[in-house]
């Protein structure tokens, strides 16, 4: 008898294999061993394993008070669905420039703007690679989540010393609220990664924090340049964590990186494997 026996009579399946490992691995077990009884027991209690095995699988492996068809119905279950599409408001067209970009040929300057719907799409394709154990980018993935997490901690602690302008002004008796568009855009969100609602997020601070000052400069509470610098700063900074992430892309999905994984690394790795982590150490640097 064993102890982790799966058998109620505590039938020791494990020693009876090792016992019995010549007849099972021979071609044509003889019948005439001594032994045979020991190994026809052997194989009805495998196979009475393999039938239970395959009853909990089909039960999803419910507690056995559950009856079979409350059991079996976990595999009807669909997967999550909304019942509307998510929908952005915007109020400023600052805040939607940065949503839509600008193609370089239409910037005044020259310089495009790249969308904040583009980068949703990059870190989604990073973001699926992951998914394969890649760990570049896992590590670009952390890096831009960092990044926006701090824009976002900037964007709040600006307009909150606006904020408390506007209680001091309160307090005084003047009660003012942020202005807000008398149309703001709606737009439908389809994102398919987390990360794209996170650049959503970063977008709508950065709206409400330009109705902030553009309440403030209204106000009189500061002038027209230090509003249109202020906002000037915050968009310089969320852009150049726009652009940094394309070159992400345009590497990690190159065809001799994108089979990429962590089993890669390990000692023993074929020469396709190796080539790939000198390529991505080459480009990125060691993670």
């Given amino acids: 008898m064993a102890a982790d026996s799966p058998f109620e009579d505590g039938y020791d399946i494990a020693g009876e294999r090792d016992a019995l490992k010549d007849l099972i691995e021979a071609p044509e077990p003889d019948e005439k061993d001594l032994r045979w009884p020991r190994f026809m027991e052997l194989l ?58 600008r193609t370089r040929d239409e910037s005044p300057r020259g310089y495009g703007i790249t969308s904040g719907k583009k980068v949703a799409a990059v870190l989604r394709s990073i973001w699926n690679l992951s998914a394969n154990d890649n760990p570049y980018a896992d590590w670009i993935l952390v890096q831009v989540t960092d990044r926006v997490a701090e824009l976002r901690q900037q964007i709040e602690r600006s307009g909150e010393l606006f904020q408390g302008e506007m209680a001091k002004m309160q307090a005084r008796g003047l009660r003012v609220s942020v202005l807000k568009s008398r149309a703001p855009v709606e737009v439908e969100l389809g994102f398919r990664s987390p ?93």
């Fill in 44 to 101: 009805e209690r495998e196979e009475r394993l393999k039938r239970e095995q395959s009853n909990r699988q089909q039960r999803q492996y419910a507690d056995p008070i559950v009856p079979d068809h409350e059991a079996r119905a976990l595999k009807q279950i669909g997967s999550l669905m909304t019942d509307e599409t998510d929908v952005m408001e915007i109020h400023t067209k600052e805040a939607y420039r940065l949503f839509i970009g």
């Fill in 195 to 287: 990360y794209g609602y996170m650049i959503v997020d970063l977008i709508l601070d950065y709206d409400w924090y330009a109705r902030v000052v553009k309440t403030m400069v209204q106000k009189n509470r500061i002038g027209d340049l230090e509003g249109k610098d202020d906002l000037y700063q915050m968009t310089k900074r969320i852009r150049a964590l726009f652009e940094s992430t394309l070159p992400y892309q345009k590497y990690l999905l190159r065809e001799e990186l994108r089979q990429l994984s962590r089993s890669d690394f390990l000692p023993g790795a074929n020469d396709e494997a190796r080539k790939r982590v000198e390529a991505a150490v080459g480009i990125f640097g060691e993670v």
